[in-house]
């Protein structure tokens, strides 16, 4: 299993979701909104601590090895606008998954 974590511009959510859905092996996504802060652009709209800062959306997705590259490749040709700030996406090994009200344990858990 690995966890792809996408860090994109929140106004490509929308699209980037759709584009998803039709994706198999996909168990779900999980998102977080958040504040970014890249000292080699330019200063976001909303200043902490004297730092600018840009909105960001993060989705985490954790799919089976074998919907990876599917799933990295359709969040880079869906979040993509050509412009500075775009995002990142970045994989990780998951060692293992849990499903809380079942208790089944693996991949079968996603």
Known sequence: MREVEAVIQPFMLEKVLGALEPVSGLGGVTLFHVNGWDPRHPAGPEEIAGYGF??????????????????????????????GGDGKVFVSDVLEAAKIRTGQRGAVAL
């Not at 840009?54 to 050509?82: C, H, M, N, W």
Request: charge should be negative; glycine fraction near 4%; charged fraction near 30%.
């Open 54 to 83: 840009a909105q960001k959306t993060i989705l985490k997705i954790v799919v089976p090895d074998d919907a990876v590259e599917r799933v990295v490749d359709t969040i880079l040709e869906s979040a993509v606008t050509g412009r």
